[in-house]
């Protein structure tokens, strides 16, 4: 599915807005937990499972220009996994959702803040 081309920068912001809401709450989901509660504790493998789903829907429809203002991120590897985590429920690699949620989703947080801190934020009375 293609990516929206040529829609309002509004849909990007708001979208990279989406994924740092869900990469922060990723973060906090694991805060305090260890590996092995992911194993065990079937709210928290929801719930990490849920936000990764997210970051990667977002990912999948932001658009090239919108991309471009955060390159760090490796977006193919985001829709990747979003692609397993809807498609191929069966095949998700706990290990891999653990070390996205407590590596990579940190990371994630800080390079979307920063992007998002240089984005302006659109005038309410013109156009998106």
């Given at each position: 599915?293609?990516?929206?081309?040529?829609?309002?920068?509004i849909?990007?912001?708001v979208r990279?807005?989406h994924?740092?809401?869900a990469?922060?709450?990723a973060v906090?989901?694991v805060?305090?937990?260890?590996?092995?509660d992911?194993d065990?504790?079937?709210m928290?493998e929801?719930?990490?499972?849920s936000t990764?789903?997210?970051i990667?829907?977002?990912?999948a429809?932001t658009t090239?220009?919108?991309r471009?203002?955060?390159?760090?991120l490796?977006?193919?590897?985001?829709?990747a996994m979003?692609n397993?985590?809807?498609?191929?429920?069966?095949?998700?690699?706990?290990?891999r959702?653990?070390k996205t949620?407590t590596e990579d989703?940190p990371i994630?947080?800080?390079?979307?803040?920063a992007a998002l801190?240089l984005w302006p934020?659109p005038?309410?009375?013109?156009?998106?």
């Amino acid at each position: 599915m293609p990516r929206d081309r040529g829609r309002p920068a509004i849909d990007d912001r708001v979208r990279l807005q989406h994924m740092l809401e869900a990469a922060r709450r990723a973060v906090g989901f694991v805060e305090g937990r260890t590996r092995a509660d992911l194993d065990t504790d079937a709210m928290l493998e929801h719930a990490l499972l849920s936000t990764m789903a997210i970051i990667g829907e977002a990912a999948a429809r932001t658009t090239d220009v919108g991309r471009s203002r955060v390159p760090g991120l490796p977006w193919g590897q985001i829709v990747a996994m979003r692609n397993v985590l809807v498609h191929v429920y069966w095949g998700v690699d706990l290990e891999r959702v653990w070390k996205t949620a407590t590596e990579d989703a940190p990371i994630m947080v800080t390079a979307l803040e920063a992007a998002l801190a240089l984005w302006p934020l659109p005038d309410p009375g013109g156009p998106g």
